[in-house]
Protein backbone atom coordinates (compact mmCIF):
# COMPACT_ATOMS: atom_id res chain seq x y z
CA UNK A 1 0.00 0.00 0.00
CA UNK A 2 2.68 2.65 0.94
CA UNK A 3 4.64 1.26 -2.33
CA UNK A 4 1.66 2.23 -4.45
CA UNK A 5 1.06 5.58 -2.55
CA UNK A 6 4.80 6.21 -3.11
CA UNK A 7 4.42 5.62 -6.88
CA UNK A 8 1.20 7.48 -7.31
CA UNK A 9 2.76 10.42 -5.57
CA UNK A 10 6.11 10.39 -8.29
CA UNK A 11 3.74 9.99 -10.78
CA UNK A 12 1.75 13.12 -9.62
CA UNK A 13 4.61 15.45 -8.78
CA UNK A 14 6.87 14.42 -10.80
CA UNK A 15 5.43 14.03 -14.55
CA UNK A 16 4.03 17.55 -15.91
CA UNK A 17 4.27 16.53 -19.16
CA UNK A 18 1.14 16.57 -21.12
CA UNK A 19 -0.28 15.64 -24.45
CA UNK A 20 -0.21 18.87 -26.78
CA UNK A 21 -4.54 18.81 -26.51
CA UNK A 22 -4.30 19.69 -22.99
CA UNK A 23 -4.92 22.58 -21.41
CA UNK A 24 -2.23 23.73 -18.70
CA UNK A 25 -3.51 26.77 -16.41
CA UNK A 26 -0.52 29.10 -14.88
CA UNK A 27 -0.34 30.67 -11.54
CA UNK A 28 -2.37 34.50 -11.03
CA UNK A 29 0.70 35.71 -9.39
CA UNK A 30 4.68 34.60 -9.40
CA UNK A 31 4.82 33.28 -6.41
CA UNK A 32 3.29 29.57 -5.39
CA UNK A 33 1.88 29.88 -2.08
CA UNK A 34 2.17 26.47 0.29
CA UNK A 35 3.32 25.63 4.08
CA UNK A 36 4.44 22.41 5.38
CA UNK A 37 4.97 22.67 9.47
CA UNK A 38 3.00 21.34 12.21
CA UNK A 39 1.97 24.95 12.87
CA UNK A 40 -0.47 25.36 9.84
CA UNK A 41 -3.37 27.27 10.58
CA UNK A 42 -6.72 25.06 10.23
CA UNK A 43 -9.83 26.61 9.11
CA UNK A 44 -12.98 25.99 10.34
CA UNK A 45 -14.12 25.37 6.63
CA UNK A 46 -16.63 22.17 6.67
CA UNK A 47 -16.06 21.10 3.02
CA UNK A 48 -12.33 20.46 2.90
CA UNK A 49 -12.27 18.77 -0.71
CA UNK A 50 -14.06 17.77 -3.70
CA UNK A 51 -12.15 15.58 -5.54
CA UNK A 52 -12.25 12.16 -8.37
CA UNK A 53 -10.50 8.96 -7.23
CA UNK A 54 -7.90 8.31 -9.26
CA UNK A 55 -6.59 5.13 -10.74
CA UNK A 56 -3.17 3.70 -10.71
CA UNK A 57 -1.88 5.32 -14.06
CA UNK A 58 -2.71 8.75 -13.70
CA UNK A 59 0.00 11.71 -14.03
CA UNK A 60 -1.01 14.97 -12.37
CA UNK A 61 -3.87 17.04 -10.93
CA UNK A 62 -6.31 18.77 -12.84
CA UNK A 63 -9.62 20.55 -12.67
CA UNK A 64 -12.38 19.21 -14.65
CA UNK A 65 -13.72 22.60 -15.60
CA UNK A 66 -16.91 23.49 -16.93
CA UNK A 67 -18.24 26.35 -18.57
CA UNK A 68 -17.86 28.83 -16.40
CA UNK A 69 -17.70 33.10 -16.75
CA UNK A 70 -15.31 33.27 -13.97
CA UNK A 71 -11.50 34.13 -15.31
CA UNK A 72 -10.27 33.05 -12.37
CA UNK A 73 -9.69 29.64 -10.37
CA UNK A 74 -8.56 28.79 -6.77
CA UNK A 75 -7.38 25.74 -6.06
CA UNK A 76 -6.39 25.12 -2.41
CA UNK A 77 -5.03 21.71 -0.81
CA UNK A 78 -4.48 20.64 2.56
CA UNK A 79 -2.92 17.01 3.91
CA UNK A 80 -5.50 15.09 6.42
CA UNK A 81 -2.86 15.73 9.21
CA UNK A 82 -3.18 19.79 8.79
CA UNK A 83 1.22 19.87 8.11
CA UNK A 84 0.36 20.51 4.28
CA UNK A 85 -1.62 23.57 2.87
CA UNK A 86 -1.93 25.16 -0.34
CA UNK A 87 -3.73 28.30 -1.28
CA UNK A 88 -3.13 29.47 -5.10
CA UNK A 89 -4.70 31.13 -7.54
CA UNK A 90 -5.10 30.46 -11.38
CA UNK A 91 -5.34 32.62 -14.21
CA UNK A 92 -7.62 31.38 -17.11
CA UNK A 93 -6.71 33.13 -20.37
CA UNK A 94 -10.12 32.92 -22.09
CA UNK A 95 -13.47 32.79 -20.44
CA UNK A 96 -15.88 29.93 -21.37
CA UNK A 97 -13.36 27.26 -21.30
CA UNK A 98 -14.40 23.38 -20.71
CA UNK A 99 -12.46 20.81 -20.23
CA UNK A 100 -10.00 19.02 -18.09
CA UNK A 101 -7.13 21.73 -17.13
CA UNK A 102 -4.13 21.09 -15.47
CA UNK A 103 -3.14 24.10 -13.16
CA UNK A 104 1.05 24.64 -12.28
CA UNK A 105 1.74 22.85 -9.10
CA UNK A 106 5.52 23.55 -8.55
CA UNK A 107 5.75 22.33 -4.88
CA UNK A 108 9.20 22.22 -2.67
CA UNK A 109 7.60 19.09 -1.28
CA UNK A 110 7.48 16.56 -3.59
CA UNK A 111 9.00 14.10 -1.15
CA UNK A 112 6.26 14.13 1.57
CA UNK A 113 3.91 14.49 -0.75
CA UNK A 114 4.62 12.00 -2.55
CA UNK A 115 4.50 9.82 1.11
CA UNK A 116 0.47 10.52 1.23
CA UNK A 117 -2.10 7.57 0.70
CA UNK A 118 -4.54 8.36 -1.03
CA UNK A 119 -7.20 10.29 0.34
CA UNK A 120 -5.05 11.82 2.83
CA UNK A 121 -4.74 15.16 0.46
CA UNK A 122 -7.51 17.33 -0.12
CA UNK A 123 -8.31 19.06 -3.49
CA UNK A 124 -11.11 22.14 -3.68
CA UNK A 125 -11.00 24.15 -6.79
CA UNK A 126 -13.51 26.83 -7.13
CA UNK A 127 -14.11 30.22 -9.29
CA UNK A 128 -13.10 33.27 -8.11
CA UNK A 129 -9.77 34.34 -5.78
CA UNK A 130 -8.99 32.59 -2.83
CA UNK A 131 -9.98 35.18 0.07
CA UNK A 132 -13.27 33.33 -0.33
CA UNK A 133 -13.96 30.92 3.02
CA UNK A 134 -17.10 29.73 1.66
CA UNK A 135 -17.59 29.14 -1.73
CA UNK A 136 -21.34 28.00 -2.52
CA UNK A 137 -19.97 26.44 -6.60
CA UNK A 138 -17.30 23.84 -6.67
CA UNK A 139 -15.22 22.40 -9.56
CA UNK A 140 -14.69 18.52 -9.54
CA UNK A 141 -10.70 17.92 -8.99
CA UNK A 142 -8.92 15.18 -9.22
CA UNK A 143 -5.16 13.49 -9.01
CA UNK A 144 -4.94 12.26 -12.56
CA UNK A 145 -7.30 11.28 -15.21
CA UNK A 146 -11.01 10.64 -14.49
CA UNK A 147 -12.78 7.89 -15.64
CA UNK A 148 -16.89 7.70 -15.65
CA UNK A 149 -16.65 4.32 -13.39
CA UNK A 150 -14.87 6.12 -10.50
CA UNK A 151 -16.10 7.83 -7.45
CA UNK A 152 -15.96 11.17 -6.30
CA UNK A 153 -14.92 12.23 -2.32
CA UNK A 154 -16.23 15.06 -0.37
CA UNK A 155 -14.08 15.17 2.40
CA UNK A 156 -15.57 17.02 5.03
CA UNK A 157 -14.33 18.51 8.45
CA UNK A 158 -16.87 17.32 10.78
CA UNK A 159 -15.83 18.04 13.68
CA UNK A 160 -16.00 14.37 14.75
CA UNK A 161 -20.14 14.94 13.72
CA UNK A 162 -21.96 12.10 11.80
CA UNK A 163 -22.26 12.98 8.75
CA UNK A 164 -25.01 12.33 5.78
CA UNK A 165 -24.81 14.01 2.45
CA UNK A 166 -27.66 14.58 -0.03
CA UNK A 167 -27.41 14.50 -3.69
CA UNK A 168 -29.92 17.02 -5.64
CA UNK A 169 -29.62 16.69 -9.29
CA UNK A 170 -31.59 15.79 -12.66
CA UNK A 171 -30.84 12.29 -12.04
CA UNK A 172 -31.42 11.62 -8.41
CA UNK A 173 -33.66 13.59 -5.83
CA UNK A 174 -33.11 13.87 -2.32
CA UNK A 175 -30.70 10.93 -2.28
CA UNK A 176 -29.84 10.57 1.27
CA UNK A 177 -26.81 8.50 2.42
CA UNK A 178 -24.10 7.50 4.60
CA UNK A 179 -20.36 9.17 4.90
CA UNK A 180 -17.27 7.33 6.42
CA UNK A 181 -15.57 8.25 9.44
CA UNK A 182 -11.49 7.95 8.72
CA UNK A 183 -10.67 6.33 11.92
CA UNK A 184 -6.90 6.05 11.29
CA UNK A 185 -4.48 8.39 12.10
CA UNK A 186 -4.48 12.25 12.44
CA UNK A 187 -7.56 13.83 11.44
CA UNK A 188 -6.58 17.68 12.12
CA UNK A 189 -8.20 18.81 9.00
CA UNK A 190 -10.54 16.48 7.79
CA UNK A 191 -12.24 13.75 9.79
CA UNK A 192 -14.67 12.16 6.79
CA UNK A 193 -14.99 10.96 3.46
CA UNK A 194 -18.78 11.19 1.59
CA UNK A 195 -18.41 9.03 -1.51
CA UNK A 196 -20.66 9.43 -4.85
CA UNK A 197 -20.91 7.74 -7.78
CA UNK A 198 -19.50 9.80 -10.58
CA UNK A 199 -22.68 8.29 -12.68
CA UNK A 200 -24.83 9.83 -10.18
CA UNK A 201 -23.96 13.15 -10.85
CA UNK A 202 -25.38 14.77 -14.00
CA UNK A 203 -23.79 17.52 -15.82
CA UNK A 204 -24.05 20.87 -15.15
CA UNK A 205 -25.51 21.94 -11.41
CA UNK A 206 -25.33 19.26 -8.41
CA UNK A 207 -27.43 20.02 -5.29
CA UNK A 208 -25.23 18.94 -2.19
CA UNK A 209 -26.33 18.93 1.00
CA UNK A 210 -24.01 17.98 3.85
CA UNK A 211 -26.06 17.12 6.97
CA UNK A 212 -24.15 16.64 10.21
CA UNK A 213 -26.10 15.12 13.93
CA UNK A 214 -23.90 15.81 16.51
CA UNK A 215 -24.34 15.57 20.08
CA UNK A 216 -27.79 14.33 19.93
CA UNK A 217 -28.49 17.29 17.45
CA UNK A 218 -29.02 18.35 14.21
CA UNK A 219 -26.35 21.00 12.98
CA UNK A 220 -27.26 23.71 10.30
CA UNK A 221 -26.55 21.72 6.76
CA UNK A 222 -23.61 23.01 4.40
CA UNK A 223 -24.83 23.30 0.96
CA UNK A 224 -22.15 23.66 -1.80
CA UNK A 225 -23.23 23.48 -5.81
CA UNK A 226 -20.91 20.75 -7.74
CA UNK A 227 -19.94 22.02 -11.26
CA UNK A 228 -19.79 19.03 -13.48
CA UNK A 229 -18.65 18.60 -16.64
CA UNK A 230 -18.83 15.03 -18.31
CA UNK A 231 -15.85 13.08 -18.55
CA UNK B 1 17.84 -0.55 46.89
CA UNK B 2 17.79 -1.66 43.43
CA UNK B 3 19.64 0.27 42.15
CA UNK B 4 22.33 -0.50 44.74
CA UNK B 5 21.62 -4.26 43.94
CA UNK B 6 22.57 -3.72 40.39
CA UNK B 7 25.75 -1.94 41.32
CA UNK B 8 26.77 -4.99 43.24
CA UNK B 9 25.86 -7.64 40.64
CA UNK B 10 27.79 -5.77 38.00
CA UNK B 11 31.36 -4.76 40.05
CA UNK B 12 31.14 -8.90 41.53
CA UNK B 13 31.34 -9.67 37.52
CA UNK B 14 33.43 -7.09 36.46
CA UNK B 15 35.92 -8.01 40.14
CA UNK B 16 35.34 -11.72 39.19
CA UNK B 17 37.05 -11.26 35.56
CA UNK B 18 39.52 -8.64 36.57
CA UNK B 19 40.92 -10.78 39.20
CA UNK B 20 41.41 -13.89 36.83
CA UNK B 21 39.17 -15.65 38.59
CA UNK B 22 37.27 -16.54 35.77
CA UNK B 23 38.75 -18.75 33.44
CA UNK B 24 38.14 -19.99 29.70
CA UNK B 25 35.80 -22.47 30.86
CA UNK B 26 34.45 -19.92 33.17
CA UNK B 27 34.09 -17.22 29.95
CA UNK B 28 32.55 -19.82 27.44
CA UNK B 29 29.73 -20.69 30.26
CA UNK B 30 29.25 -16.66 31.06
CA UNK B 31 29.03 -16.65 27.16
CA UNK B 32 26.51 -18.83 26.92
CA UNK B 33 24.57 -17.45 30.09
CA UNK B 34 25.02 -13.37 28.31
CA UNK B 35 23.45 -15.00 25.21
CA UNK B 36 20.61 -16.80 26.85
CA UNK B 37 19.78 -13.42 28.78
CA UNK B 38 19.95 -11.59 25.45
CA UNK B 39 17.81 -14.03 23.83
CA UNK B 40 15.07 -14.12 26.60
CA UNK B 41 14.68 -11.18 27.12
CA UNK B 42 13.82 -10.13 23.51
CA UNK B 43 11.65 -13.37 22.95
CA UNK B 44 8.28 -11.70 22.39
CA UNK B 45 5.85 -12.27 25.58
CA UNK B 46 1.76 -11.90 26.24
CA UNK B 47 1.34 -7.83 27.37
CA UNK B 48 -2.12 -7.19 28.74
CA UNK B 49 -2.82 -3.24 28.99
CA UNK B 50 -4.93 -2.18 31.33
CA UNK B 51 -6.36 1.25 30.79
CA UNK B 52 -8.70 3.05 33.31
CA UNK B 53 -9.68 6.88 33.01
CA UNK B 54 -12.53 9.45 32.66
CA UNK B 55 -13.54 10.57 29.22
CA UNK B 56 -16.26 12.39 27.51
CA UNK B 57 -16.17 9.93 24.48
CA UNK B 58 -15.10 6.72 23.43
CA UNK B 59 -16.05 3.81 20.53
CA UNK B 60 -16.22 0.20 20.53
CA UNK B 61 -16.58 -2.07 17.46
CA UNK B 62 -18.67 -4.99 18.85
CA UNK B 63 -19.06 -8.35 18.16
CA UNK B 64 -21.71 -10.67 18.30
CA UNK B 65 -20.88 -11.39 21.62
CA UNK B 66 -23.47 -11.90 25.17
CA UNK B 67 -21.26 -9.13 26.21
CA UNK B 68 -22.39 -6.65 23.99
CA UNK B 69 -26.26 -7.55 24.39
CA UNK B 70 -27.14 -4.02 26.65
CA UNK B 71 -29.69 -2.98 28.89
CA UNK B 72 -31.72 -0.06 27.04
CA UNK B 73 -34.67 -0.11 28.67
CA UNK B 74 -36.26 3.39 29.39
CA UNK B 75 -34.00 4.74 26.35
CA UNK B 76 -35.20 6.76 23.83
CA UNK B 77 -34.18 5.99 20.47
CA UNK B 78 -33.83 8.01 17.14
CA UNK B 79 -33.88 5.88 14.38
CA UNK B 80 -34.37 8.25 11.50
CA UNK B 81 -32.66 11.32 11.36
CA UNK B 82 -35.28 13.19 9.54
CA UNK B 83 -37.87 12.84 12.45
CA UNK B 84 -35.22 14.10 15.09
CA UNK B 85 -37.29 17.02 15.98
CA UNK B 86 -40.55 14.80 17.08
CA UNK B 87 -41.00 14.06 20.96
CA UNK B 88 -39.16 10.38 20.99
CA UNK B 89 -41.23 7.78 23.51
CA UNK B 90 -38.72 6.00 25.47
CA UNK B 91 -38.15 2.15 24.94
CA UNK B 92 -40.13 -0.14 27.20
CA UNK B 93 -38.40 -2.18 30.12
CA UNK B 94 -36.59 -5.31 29.80
CA UNK B 95 -35.19 -4.07 26.09
CA UNK B 96 -32.49 -5.45 25.44
CA UNK B 97 -29.78 -4.72 22.19
CA UNK B 98 -28.15 -7.30 20.63
CA UNK B 99 -25.62 -5.52 17.92
CA UNK B 100 -24.55 -6.91 14.43
CA UNK B 101 -20.63 -7.65 13.74
CA UNK B 102 -18.76 -4.63 13.40
CA UNK B 103 -21.60 -2.17 14.43
CA UNK B 104 -19.71 0.58 15.92
CA UNK B 105 -20.76 2.22 18.93
CA UNK B 106 -19.48 5.56 19.85
CA UNK B 107 -20.46 6.48 23.84
CA UNK B 108 -20.29 9.91 24.50
CA UNK B 109 -21.58 12.64 27.12
CA UNK B 110 -23.71 15.80 25.18
CA UNK B 111 -23.14 19.23 26.67
CA UNK B 112 -26.73 18.38 28.44
CA UNK B 113 -25.48 16.36 30.21
CA UNK B 114 -27.30 13.14 28.43
CA UNK B 115 -25.11 9.78 27.85
CA UNK B 116 -25.50 9.51 24.19
CA UNK B 117 -24.99 5.84 22.11
CA UNK B 118 -25.13 6.27 18.47
CA UNK B 119 -24.90 3.17 16.77
CA UNK B 120 -23.71 2.87 13.02
CA UNK B 121 -23.08 -0.26 10.72
CA UNK B 122 -22.70 -0.61 6.77
CA UNK B 123 -25.96 -2.75 7.41
CA UNK B 124 -28.35 -3.53 10.34
CA UNK B 125 -26.46 -2.36 13.57
CA UNK B 126 -28.54 -5.11 15.60
CA UNK B 127 -31.88 -5.99 16.99
CA UNK B 128 -34.10 -4.27 19.74
CA UNK B 129 -35.16 -7.47 21.96
CA UNK B 130 -38.40 -6.15 24.05
CA UNK B 131 -40.79 -8.36 26.03
CA UNK B 132 -43.81 -8.25 22.91
CA UNK B 133 -41.63 -7.76 19.81
CA UNK B 134 -37.81 -7.90 18.27
CA UNK B 135 -37.37 -4.69 16.39
CA UNK B 136 -34.46 -4.63 13.59
CA UNK B 137 -32.59 -1.69 13.68
CA UNK B 138 -31.45 0.47 10.35
CA UNK B 139 -27.60 1.48 9.68
CA UNK B 140 -27.43 4.69 12.01
CA UNK B 141 -28.83 4.20 15.28
CA UNK B 142 -29.13 7.21 18.01
CA UNK B 143 -29.49 6.07 21.48
CA UNK B 144 -30.14 8.69 24.84
CA UNK B 145 -29.51 6.62 27.75
CA UNK B 146 -31.64 7.35 30.81
CA UNK B 147 -29.72 9.46 33.24
CA UNK B 148 -31.06 8.85 36.27
CA UNK B 149 -29.96 5.32 37.01
CA UNK B 150 -26.05 4.74 37.40
CA UNK B 151 -25.06 1.94 34.94
CA UNK B 152 -22.09 -0.67 34.64
CA UNK B 153 -21.75 -1.44 30.54
CA UNK B 154 -19.45 -4.19 29.44
CA UNK B 155 -18.39 -4.60 25.99
CA UNK B 156 -15.96 -6.36 24.20
CA UNK B 157 -14.86 -5.74 20.90
CA UNK B 158 -12.06 -3.17 19.52
CA UNK B 159 -12.02 0.25 20.74
CA UNK B 160 -11.24 3.89 20.67
CA UNK B 161 -10.70 6.07 23.34
CA UNK B 162 -11.13 10.05 23.14
CA UNK B 163 -10.78 12.42 20.44
CA UNK B 164 -7.78 14.17 18.34
CA UNK B 165 -8.57 17.38 19.22
CA UNK B 166 -9.31 19.80 16.14
CA UNK B 167 -11.86 22.13 15.08
CA UNK B 168 -15.47 21.79 16.43
CA UNK B 169 -14.15 18.42 18.65
CA UNK B 170 -15.69 19.26 22.14
CA UNK B 171 -16.14 15.32 23.61
CA UNK B 172 -12.25 14.81 24.58
CA UNK B 173 -10.96 11.98 26.89
CA UNK B 174 -9.96 13.79 30.19
CA UNK B 175 -7.54 11.77 31.75
CA UNK B 176 -6.04 8.29 32.46
CA UNK B 177 -3.48 5.75 32.40
CA UNK B 178 -2.12 2.60 31.36
CA UNK B 179 -0.83 -0.28 33.51
CA UNK B 180 1.55 -2.86 30.94
CA UNK B 181 1.24 -5.98 32.85
CA UNK B 182 3.79 -8.80 31.29
CA UNK B 183 4.48 -12.52 31.60
CA UNK B 184 7.28 -13.38 33.67
CA UNK B 185 9.79 -15.44 32.29
CA UNK B 186 9.90 -18.94 32.18
CA UNK B 187 6.00 -18.70 34.84
CA UNK B 188 2.59 -17.83 33.85
CA UNK B 189 2.93 -15.32 36.77
CA UNK B 190 2.65 -11.12 35.52
CA UNK B 191 4.43 -8.51 36.97
CA UNK B 192 3.79 -4.58 36.03
CA UNK B 193 6.38 -3.85 33.12
CA UNK B 194 5.20 -0.21 33.20
CA UNK B 195 2.51 2.72 34.16
CA UNK B 196 1.87 5.74 31.93
CA UNK B 197 -0.48 8.77 32.62
CA UNK B 198 -2.34 10.49 29.66
CA UNK B 199 -2.78 13.95 28.97
CA UNK B 200 -6.39 15.76 28.47
CA UNK B 201 -7.33 15.51 25.14
CA UNK B 202 -5.23 12.32 24.04
CA UNK B 203 -6.55 9.68 21.46
CA UNK B 204 -5.80 5.87 22.45
CA UNK B 205 -5.37 2.82 20.33
CA UNK B 206 -4.86 -0.49 20.97
CA UNK B 207 -2.78 -2.14 18.12
CA UNK B 208 -2.48 -6.10 17.96
CA UNK B 209 0.77 -5.51 15.65
CA UNK B 210 4.00 -3.42 15.66
CA UNK B 211 2.89 -2.12 12.10
CA UNK B 212 -0.55 -0.47 13.70
CA UNK B 213 -2.61 -2.37 11.27
CA UNK B 214 -4.95 -4.47 13.39
CA UNK B 215 -6.61 -2.96 16.68
CA UNK B 216 -6.95 -5.47 19.37
CA UNK B 217 -10.15 -7.22 20.65
CA UNK B 218 -10.41 -5.91 24.41
CA UNK B 219 -13.08 -6.58 27.03
CA UNK B 220 -13.95 -3.89 29.46
CA UNK B 221 -16.96 -1.36 30.52
CA UNK B 222 -18.04 1.67 31.51
CA UNK B 223 -19.56 3.62 34.23
CA UNK B 224 -22.12 5.84 33.63
CA UNK B 225 -24.61 7.80 36.38
CA UNK B 226 -21.44 8.08 38.65
CA UNK B 227 -20.14 11.35 37.61
CA UNK B 228 -21.09 13.41 34.88
CA UNK B 229 -18.56 12.06 32.81
CA UNK B 230 -17.48 8.12 31.59
CA UNK B 231 -15.49 6.29 33.66
CA UNK B 232 -13.79 3.69 31.70
CA UNK B 233 -11.65 0.06 32.39
CA UNK B 234 -10.39 -1.61 29.07
CA UNK B 235 -7.87 -5.08 29.25
CA UNK B 236 -6.89 -6.22 26.47
CA UNK B 237 -3.34 -7.98 24.79
CA UNK B 238 -1.60 -5.74 22.31
CA UNK B 239 1.71 -4.91 20.96
CA UNK B 240 1.64 -1.36 21.83
CA UNK B 241 -0.71 1.41 22.48
CA UNK B 242 -0.87 4.80 20.09
CA UNK B 243 -1.14 7.79 21.76
CA UNK B 244 -2.64 10.90 19.37
CA UNK B 245 -1.20 13.91 21.00
CA UNK B 246 -1.68 17.68 19.51
CA UNK B 247 0.66 19.52 18.39
CA UNK B 248 3.21 16.44 18.19
CA UNK B 249 3.64 13.07 16.37
CA UNK B 250 2.45 11.19 19.06
CA UNK B 251 3.98 7.90 20.60
CA UNK B 252 3.47 4.28 21.05
CA UNK B 253 3.50 2.81 24.70
CA UNK B 254 5.08 -0.60 25.07
CA UNK B 255 7.38 -2.41 27.60
CA UNK B 256 10.95 -1.40 27.59
CA UNK B 257 14.17 -3.81 27.02
CA UNK B 258 14.65 -2.09 30.33
CA UNK B 259 11.38 -2.80 32.59
CA UNK B 260 12.26 -6.53 31.80
CA UNK B 261 15.48 -5.80 33.52
CA UNK B 262 14.57 -4.16 36.45
CA UNK B 263 11.44 -5.45 36.95
CA UNK B 264 10.86 -8.72 35.96
CA UNK B 265 10.99 -10.69 39.02
CA UNK B 266 12.13 -13.89 37.65
CA UNK B 267 15.57 -12.31 35.63
CA UNK B 268 16.18 -10.06 38.84
CA UNK B 269 16.55 -13.03 40.61
CA UNK B 270 18.32 -14.92 38.12
CA UNK B 271 20.64 -12.25 37.60
CA UNK B 272 21.02 -11.54 41.57
CA UNK B 273 22.37 -15.68 41.89
CA UNK B 274 24.92 -15.30 38.93
CA UNK B 275 26.39 -12.15 40.62
CA UNK B 276 26.55 -14.38 44.05
CA UNK B 277 27.75 -17.14 42.30
CA UNK B 278 30.17 -15.02 40.80
CA UNK B 279 31.35 -13.21 44.39
CA UNK B 280 31.51 -16.91 45.42
CA UNK B 281 33.70 -18.02 42.72
CA UNK B 282 36.39 -14.86 43.37
CA UNK B 283 35.92 -15.38 46.83
CA UNK B 284 36.83 -19.42 46.70
CA UNK B 285 39.44 -18.35 43.87
CA UNK B 286 41.28 -15.48 46.73
CA UNK B 287 41.55 -18.46 49.55
CA UNK B 288 42.86 -20.83 47.50
CA UNK B 289 45.00 -18.64 46.24
CA UNK B 290 46.63 -17.34 49.82
CA UNK B 291 46.41 -21.26 51.07
CA UNK B 292 48.72 -21.97 48.06
CA UNK B 293 50.80 -19.14 49.00
CA UNK B 294 51.26 -20.12 52.71
CA UNK B 295 51.73 -23.57 51.76
CA UNK B 296 54.68 -22.37 49.22
CA UNK B 297 56.47 -20.71 52.05
CA UNK B 298 55.64 -23.41 54.79
CA UNK B 299 57.60 -25.69 51.96
CA UNK B 300 61.18 -23.26 51.65
CA UNK B 301 60.97 -22.54 55.51
CA UNK B 302 60.94 -26.06 55.82
CA UNK B 303 63.63 -26.68 53.41
Redesign the interface.
Known amino acids: MKLYALILGLFIFNQPLLANNELKIRLAKDTFYEEFNADVPVSGRVITGVLAQSNKDLTQLNIMLPSVESDSICLKAQSIDGTYYSSNEYKLLTKNIEGPVYPDYPTKYKDQLSKLDRNNLALLAFPGDCSNNKPDTIFLSAVGEVSKAQTISILVNSGRSNVFINLKNNLAKHKTQKCQRIEQGKRTAYDTICNLNLDSLSVGKNSIAILRRKSGRSLPSVKLNLMYRDV | MNKLSSQFKFVAILSAIKSGSVKFGSLIFILFLAVAVVITLFVERENVYTITGQTE?LSVTLTNTPLNQWDLSLATL?DD??A?NEKLEPLPGSTYFSPSNNTTASI?V???G?Y?I?L?NSGSVGQLETSKNTINLP??V?I?LPTKNTKVIPFEGTI?IG??V??????ILLGGNVKIVEKQLFRNNRYVAGEYEFDTGDRLELYEDKAHTTLSKVKGFIQIGYSKNISFTVHGEGKSLNV?RL?TE?YQIKPSFWSRITKDPVIAALSTLFATLFLLMEFVDLFYKHLTKHRNTDEKNNK
Open positions: TLISSQTPEKLINDYEVREDGNGVDTSGG
